[in-house]
């Protein structure tokens, strides 16, 4: 008994080669480009990944000037002396008085931040500061090492790598101990991130 599908000489889809990736998805989708779309929300991805690892500091690591409360008798004093105290808690006041974040004052707010956890405020916020830099020294690597990597690995497979090594990064960096832990992480997702966008 033949099947309706199988031709005559015996060749068809039961006794043919089987079927590669591109194939099987041109016979699913005969009328459309499916490798065309997702070619197109790979990119969406990338384009729309690429901003958020830049300003990732700008959410996770802010300063919050204006959300915290005294604990010590110099702070107090300050505030006591203090003609408004709406305009007590400030950058100014922490700053000019040199208070420091648990012995002086603590902070208030409910927002988890690395700012508040590794104590950037003040003459520590070159630091946060420096957290996006570390960013675009990775970028920089990424854009003269993507070359080399993909004459040696290809196009495509240099372009996903690219994409495995900034996305393990950033997983990776959800969860780091320190400041000089993020810096390394930053560096990984810049060189990721470049090499897949050149790709």
Do not use: H
């Not at 497979?157 to 690219?162: E, K, L, R």
């Amino acid at each position: 008994n033949k099947r309706k599908d199988e031709k005559p000489d015996g060749k068809g889809k039961l006794g043919s080669e089987p079927l590669n990736i591109d194939e099987a998805v041109d016979k699913i989708y005969d009328r459309i480009n499916l490798k065309l779309l997702l070619v197109f929300l790979a990119a969406c991805g990338t384009a729309t990944q690429t901003p958020m690892q830049i300003y990732i500091t700008i959410f996770a690591g802010f300063i919050p000037y204006t959300q915290w409360e005294c604990i010590s008798p110099k702070c107090k004093i300050l505030l006591a002396n203090s003609s408004d105290t709406a305009t007590f808690y400030t950058s100014e006041t922490l700053c000019e008085n040199k208070l420091t974040a648990g012995t002086d004052f603590k902070w208030t707010t409910n927002r988890t931040s690395f700012s508040v956890d590794w104590g950037f405020y003040c003459d520590s916020e070159a630091k946060f500061s420096a957290i996006s830099s570390f960013f675009f020294i990775g970028a920089t690597l990424g854009l003269l090492f993507s070359t080399a990597v993909f004459d040696r690995f290809g196009r495509r497979n240099g372009a996903i790598a690219g994409n495995l090594i900034g996305a393990t990064a950033t997983l990776i960096g959800t969860w780091v101990p320190s400041y000089e832990v993020m810096l390394v992480i930053r560096v990984f997702q810049g060189v990721g991130m470049f090499i897949n966008l050149t790709g």
